[in-house]
Nanobody, 125 residues
Framework: QVQLVESGGGLVQTGDSLRLSCVAS????????VAWFRQAPGKEREFVAG????????YYADSVKGRFTMSRDNAKNTVYLQMNSLKPEDTAVYYC??????????????????WGQGTPVTVSS
């Protein structure tokens, strides 16, 4: 089992930055993938960014490319999502997810078998 705990969300203004953290505990994920998803009210959960733990390669949704950066700290079993130049349309609950069955980064949330509880991000205009 893997437990994921997100933190770092909050209320910010347009153009501000936030850094989300996701701490993993339990089973070690060494050859798997971790991703950030978000879900706005009334909308489906959507892929934001993903990272292959084996290679460190990252992938981003077009809507956040150039503004968000996903990274990891292996010593702390933590992945981060640095969010810059935030926009009101980035408002959502952000979830950390892990796929222990594959080293591919999938854009579909159904591919991930571990999820955190989510951390809310609100960007005011």
């Amino acid at each position: 089992q893997v437990q994921l705990v997100e933190s770092g969300g909050g209320l910010v203004q347009t153009g501000d930055s936030l850094r989300l953290s996701c701490v993993a505990s339990g089973r070690t994920l060494t050859s798997s993938t971790v991703a950030w998803f978000r879900q706005a009210p009334g909308k489906e959960r959507e892929f934001v960014a993903g990272l292959k733990l084996g290679t460190g390669k990252t992938y981003y949704a077009d809507s956040v490319k150039g503004r968000f950066t996903m990274s990891r700290d292996n010593a702390k079993n933590t992945v981060y999502l640095q969010m810059n130049s935030l926009k009101p349309e980035d408002t959502a609950v952000y979830y950390c997810a892990a796929n222990s069955n594959s080293d591919l980064v999938y854009y579909s949330p159904s591919r991930y078998n571990y999820w955190g509880q989510g951390t809310p991000v609100t960007v005011s205009s």
